[in-house]
């Protein structure tokens, strides 16, 4: 028998049982549009890319990371300077983690402008927001996991905040503690919520997020939306993946030229009595936040300024999460006030970041 | 079907039963689990320190000793008396520290500024540090809660 027919009895065998014709029929048919704007289609796998670097470097860092007390740092210690290209390990775990959230706040953004958000997508941006808190909680718990006195600060900030909110706001600071302070129960914690929870919720969320998109279509930006027939299509199945692994590639050395370069650092162990570091920063995505915490007067009108600031972004999160439902004028509309607020928004994250590094 | 004099009928009887028991069921699977994930705490009433290690003490200088999970700082006054502190900032919980030449405590998280008495004097911090009581009782000092006997 010929290799080709073996190859066809094969699929024929599989496709008997799980209906695998479905499947390329399904890829075969599925069409990516060309425009001006097709750049951002390009984050979404993007960003699928540098979760995947994530998962497989993590699986790498967890073999020898000791998530307690008194070995955390030292495993740290360990894989940095003696397990055989442990450095580069978590260089590229760390930097992976920073590039994915920076393209899903490209990929957040260009939706938002390209008014993709709208009608019948709205589950699929709500979803996408959730993917977002996952991905900034899966970079906030990393961040501990070092347990240097940088990262136990950032962290005894972090979880304070929720305190802020009225009623369920102590409770959530507990759980996010195991506790009332940060303490070595926090570090357990946080290494669970790390490996095993959150990686569990977005694995979830990016199957529905990704079968949203099969169910809808691709968004096509308004205005090139009327014109439909002239938008030229690009077959998914090979053409747009082909030129996806060239963007991969390319993204690939940009990571690996930065991972080698310049590897993340590692201070002395946390000790938790001692004074808060002076310099302390977050990860650079958390940077806004920490300067607008940092601005905010102890007091505006008898309310403490935190408290305040703190309900702000509640609102501005609720808002940002409703944002389809708000804006839920048909897709063929111009959005100038939505518009707007993204670029404010913009404007604002850049401003206060740059405030920060000051 | 509802009999003359009842208020619902059978099914809605059956269904408020049945949904109350469900969520019975689920109450008591989701108790445990809020229980768990909640480990008890507890402030320390006092904490006792031997008065030998501290009756040297510079003044206008703080030592930090641990009051449970947080940092208490012991604070030795210009007269020679204590004052004590729980050494977390007001603001987001950071520990502060002591900076005797400008006779302040510093929060380096977000810049809270707390005079030589607790009192916030600058930054974010919306109150005064907390403060614990200290008492000389022979040898010890025993630092207590406010309203501890």
Known sequence: MRIKNINIGIQAWFDERIGLQSITKFLRGKKVPQHKHSIWYYTGSSILLFFSISVLTGFMLVFYYKPTLEKANESIGRIMTEVPLGWIMRSIHSWSASFMIAFVFVHLISIWLTKAHRKPRELTWMSGVFLLVVSLALGFTGYLLPWDDLSVSATKVGTDIPRSIPVVGCWVTKLLRGGEDVTADTLTRFFGFHVSILPLFILILIGLHVYFIQKQGISIPLGLERKEERVKKLPFWPNFVYREMVVWLLLLGILFTLSIFFPPSLDKAADLMAPAPEGIKPEWYFLFLFQVLKVFPSKVLFINGDTLAIILMLFFGIFFFFLPLIDNRPAEKKGKIITFIAYAFIFFAIVMTVWSLM | ?????????????????????????????????????????????????????????????????????????????????????VGVCTHLDCNVTYLPEQRKFFCACHDGWYDENGINIGGPPPSPLRRLIVVLEEENLVIKKEGVE
Not at chain 2, 33 to 56: C, T
């Open chain 2, 1 to 85: 079907m509802k009999l003359k004099h009842s208020l619902f009928t059978r099914r809605q009887f059956l269904n408020g039963l049945l949904g109350g028991w469900l969520t019975a069921l689920v109450g008591s699977f989701l108790y445990p689990i809020i229980r768990f994930v909640f480990p008890p705490y507890k402030e320390p009433d006092k904490v006792v320190l031997p008065f030998s290690d501290f009756k040297d003490m510079a003044s206008n200088s703080v030592r930090i000793f641990s009051w449970g999970s947080k940092p208490g700082l012991l604070k030795r006054n210009d007269d020679g008396s204590f004052q004590v502190f």
